[in-house]
């Protein structure tokens, strides 16, 4: 038996194979869209994934205006925050945030489902999120995914 076809591949920042993809926001719940954006940009449908390289892809969010959220999380979730001063905790509620800036929204939800570390930081700045239909990474030809075709 040969054992070094047996060895384990591991990934790193020469080996990983990082794409663009394009991913439309468009009809998709917050929640459901930012957990399969989250495992592609972290890299978990690669065959080759590593848990401390990054070797998941960049990924281009386009429409974040179309987001849906179920239920009453419109009016009843916050987002919380503090200014670090006594007494300046600040809220804000889904639809004031995302009269704001609608991609703000998606990009605190994909934030919160990556590695609170040095990676996760890292991880977070191959996330694009874009209002409308237009993006400025046309130069790197992404990969148009569904993202219910994603398990």
Not at 12 to 25: P, Q, R, S
Not at 85 to 99: N, V
Not at 130 to 142: C, F, L, N, T
Request: proline share 4%.
């Amino acid at each position: 038996m040969n054992t070094l076809s047996y060895k384990t591949v591991s990934a790193n920042k020469a080996t990983a194979h990082k794409e663009w993809v394009l991913v439309d926001a468009d009809g998709h719940s917050l929640g459901r869209l930012a957990s399969k954006v989250a495992m592609l940009i972290r890299g978990k449908y690669k065959p080759n994934f590593t848990p401390h390289v990054d070797c998941g892809d960049n990924v281009i969010v386009i429409n974040a205006e179309k987001i849906n959220l179920t239920g009453n999380k419109w009016t009843e979730k916050s987002y919380i925050r503090h200014t670090g001063y006594p007494g300046g905790q600040r809220s804000l509620t889904a639809t004031e945030l995302f009269q704001k800036d609608p991609t703000r929204l998606i990009e605190k939800s994909v934030k919160g489902m990556l590695p609170k570390n040095k990676l996760g930081s890292a991880l977070f700045r191959n996330l694009y999120v874009y209002v409308g239909s237009e993006h400025k990474q046309e130069a790197q030809q992404p990969k148009v995914i569904n993202l219910n075709d994603l398990k």
